[in-house]
Every structure is written in C-alpha cells, then in structure tokens.
C-alpha cells in the first residue's frame, strides 16, 4: 500500500502572531507528535484490513536503512548544489560515527533540533520532494536492511498496517514508505508557507517522546489496540515507542537498548556484519570516505544555497 508524498499544508502565522513565550520540551514533543500524526497520508481500502486494529511500527535511522536518512538527503541535496562543501564538513564526522557504530550521540541530537532542516529554507515542498525521489534511487536505496524489510513485509501479509516513525522530514519519510509499499510513515514536520520552507519546525523533531505521542495520535485515529502492535528500533531514544506497544523489538540495537531488551525478554534482530570491534576499526576508513564521497551534512548545517 502506498502513502502520498505530499503532506497536508502546515498553517504558519505571520512572525508577530507568533507566541513569545518558548515552548518546552514536553510541549513541543507533543506538537511535533500531533502534526506527524497529522501529515501521515493514510491510503484506505476498499476492503477493511484484515487485522485493523494491529498494526507495526518502524524507526527509519539504522534500523530499515543502514545510517541516517537525513546524511543521504544532504549528501544529494549538497551534489545539487542547495550548500557548499564548506558548510558540511563540520558534520562528516558525526555521519562517520553514526554508520559504523550505530549510536546516536545526544550532544548531536541537541545540535540538529537547535538548527534543524535550516538548510531546505526558501525552497519549495514539490522541489524537495521531486530530489528525494531521486536522492533515494541513487543513495538509500542499497541501504536497505533486507531482514527488516522482511519483518515489515510479514505484518503486511498478516494483513496488517505498517508505518514508518523517523525524525526525517515527513517528505521523505513518505517516499521510503511508498518505495517499500508501506502504509504510511510519521516524520518531523516543517514549517511551509504557500509552499515554501521556512526553516523552522512544527513542535520539534519527531525523536524520542514524540514519537510515542505520534503513535498515540494515531492509534487514536484509526482504532488500533496498542497492546496488539509491533515498534522497531535500534536506539535506546526510542524506548517511549517501544514501551507503548505489546511487541517491541529491537533492531540493530545500542548496547543501552540491548541491554534494556534483554532484560525485558524483548525480540532482538541484528543484521549487521561483524561484530562491533571490527566495525570500530573501520572508523577511521569510514571517516575518509565521508570526507570524499559520502558526504554527511544533515539537519546540523546551516548552509544556504548560494
């Protein structure tokens, strides 16, 4: 099944409409959590599902596709000249550390919500939409873990619904879900205006607690039985959404999500080659190979395009 790529608009007020006083994390967790919910494009049948009310839910980042989304959609987006070389060079590391040990720093999570998605600012929602097609032809494409894409296949041929939850633009998000015949996806929500982007985010980033609030939302929606629905992760930042479900599982996991699953008796699934100590010694080779090809910019640049 497959979701549409575009979102429903996000209505922005003018500046000096807008609320002075900052939301906190809790609040923009939740709003991020309700416009994710409320952008995720839900093709219906004909026919009521025959399980409607189980359904699956998978995190994007090292767990469908090896590294981040984000890297990939900046790597091509910088080939296409939106920034300069200059302006990504201060996140190849991060990309580097991210593919080889699958761990997400929270220093660096706290740096992409401060300037998150500041690099689609001026452009339009169909120019980044028309690129991420592309853009996952030629770089996500091949990164897909094929033992996850099983396990999301086996929830659809049980005739349930299965949904991707990613702190990647929901653009994107929903191409990835349609390219692997998903129902839908959840992704962060960016500010539009008639459109165009203005650099700035609905709530937050659709990462951690807001991605249980997602769900929430969505369950609610579509009357699904959370004790009855699957979450896959490979990040202990998600435990709020594998908590919230009957079956979590943790996919490629962290070692303070292995840990966590073990002890709970969770499913474990780890498709990754070699053990960490060799992936380790990669880094540094992965490192010069971010720097000359696999160019890591993601939701930390503040590039422009010039």
């Known amino acids: 099944m497959a979701a549409s790529a575009t979102p429903y608009p996000v209505q922005v007020s ?92 929270p220093q660096h ?5 401060v300037s998150a998605l500041s690099f689609i600012e001026g452009h339009t929602v169909s120019e980044l939409e028309e690129l991420g097609e592309e853009i996952f032809d030629e770089a996500m494409a091949h990164r897909i873990w094929p033992g996850t894409r099983a396990l999301a ?16 633009p929901i653009e994107i998000a929903q191409i990835i879900a349609r390219r692997l015949g998903l129902t839908g996806a959840m992704g962060t929500v960016a500010e539009h205006v008639e459109g165009v982007y203005t650099g700035g985010l ?32 490979d990040s202990a930042n998600d435990l709020p959404m594998l908590e919230l479900v009957g079956d979590p599982c943790a996919i490629n996991p962290d070692a303070k999500l292995r840990s966590h699953a073990r002890a709970e008796g969770w499913r474990i699934r780890d498709y990754r080659t070699g053990r960490k100590a060799a992936r380790v010694g990669l880094v540094v080779g992965a490192a010069a190979g971010a720097v000359s090809g696999t160019v890591a910019a993601g939701v930390a640049l503040r590039g422009r395009r010039k």
């Open 153 to 168: 296949q086996l929830h659809l041929d049980q005739g349930q619904r299965v949904w991707l939850v990613t702190a990647a």
């Open 14 to 105: 003018p500046p000096h409409e807008r609320p002075r006083r900052p939301l906190n994390l809790r609040q923009r967790s939740a709003l991020a959590g309700e416009a994710a919910a409320a952008a995720a494009e839900v093709e219906r049948e004909l026919v009521t599902p025959a399980d409607p009310t189980s359904a699956a839910f998978f995190d994007v980042d090292n767990t469908v596709m090896q590294g981040a989304s984000i890297f990939h959609l900046a790597r091509g987006l910088h080939r296409r000249k939106f920034f300069t070389t200059r302006d990504i060079l201060g996140a190849v590391w991060k990309q580097a550390y991210f593919r080889v040990v699958g761990v997400e720093d």
């Open 109 to 113: 999570i706290a740096e992409t919500r």
């Open 202 to 233: 609905v709530g937050d980033l659709l990462h951690g607690p807001a991605k249980a609030e997602a769900i929430r939302a969505l369950a609610a929606r579509e009357g699904l039985d959370l004790s009855r629905c699957s979450a896959y992760s």
